[in-house]
């Protein structure tokens, strides 16, 4: 079953401009991973953040993570024409069955104009 | 550099007719991964292999099968493909089965059932 749901399901804006996409699931979690997609190829694993950690950055990208809300975000700040790819958030269970999985939403896709 | 093929990238087959896809790896991970993505739907993992131990997901078809003769490779046979098979099918790899140390992604075979 889909454990997360991004928010929005496609986001358009022009280069220069903050990206920020998010993310909601379901049932406690261990850790929350964001991945990047281009079209028509393989997934990119960009971020991690553990269920104890409320924020983290890696270059220009953000995550927050509320688990208190089930919510995470993915903030990337001056977009690039090159950040057009669709981004996928990714959860793994606390624990129990299939704590070796990860579970994967739909995805945002994003577009950034030159 | 260290990475994860897939091959073919592209692979067309008739209704019923057997198929196979490959992937390889040269990052010596212990993990390997399938998972199925229709268009614009999350990946779903289909199964994954510990070294040898495999390990089959819920509510993957029957129809659905791996092999992983080695380290560095592993097949994914779709018996009688379906319409509804239609979809692109990635490979990922991992160092560890906790997940919580990400995946590497191939860049996926694109599978059309005519």
């Known amino acids: 079953s889909q454990q997360g749901e991004e928010d929005p399901q496609a986001l358009s804006i022009q280069e220069g401009e903050n990206a920020t996409m998010n993310c909601s699931y379901k049932?406690?979690?261990?850790?929350l991973q964001w991945y990047r997609q281009n079209s028509g190829r393989g997934l990119v694993h960009l971020i991690l953040?553990?269920?104890?950690?409320r924020e983290k950055h890696s270059g220009r990208l953000r995550v927050t993570l509320d688990t208190s809300k089930k919510s995470s975000s993915l903030l990337i700040t001056a977009s690039r024409a090159a950040d057009t790819a669709s981004y996928f958030c990714?959860?793994?269970?606390?624990?129990?069955?299939?704590?070796?999985?990860?579970?994967f939403g739909k995805g945002t896709k994003l577009s950034v104009i030159p | 550099d260290a990475m994860v093929i897939q091959n073919p990238r592209y692979q067309v087959t008739q209704f019923g007719k057997p198929v196979t896809l490959s992937c390889s790896q040269t990052?010596?991970?212990?993990?390997m991964y399938w998972y199925q993505q229709k268009s614009s739907q999350a990946p779903k993992l289909l199964f994954h292999?510990?070294?040898?131990?495999?390990?089959n997901e819920a509510d993957t078809p029957d129809n659905f099968q791996s092999r992983r003769p080695n380290t560095s490779f592993c097949f994914l046979d779709i018996r009688s493909p379906g319409l509804g098979d239609t979809a692109m099918y990635l490979c990922?790899?991992?160092?560890?089965?906790?997940?919580?140390?990400?995946?590497?992604f191939g860049p996926g075979t694109r599978l059309t059932v005519l």
């Open positions: 990922a790899t991992s160092g560890h089965r906790d997940p919580t140390f990400g995946q590497f």
């Open positions: 990714a959860t793994v269970p606390y624990s129990g069955a299939g704590s070796y999985q990860l579970t």
């Open positions: 990052l010596n991970h212990n993990v």
């Open positions: 953040i553990r269920s104890n950690e």
């Open positions: 292999y510990y070294d040898k131990d495999f390990n």
């Open positions: 049932t406690s979690i261990n850790n």
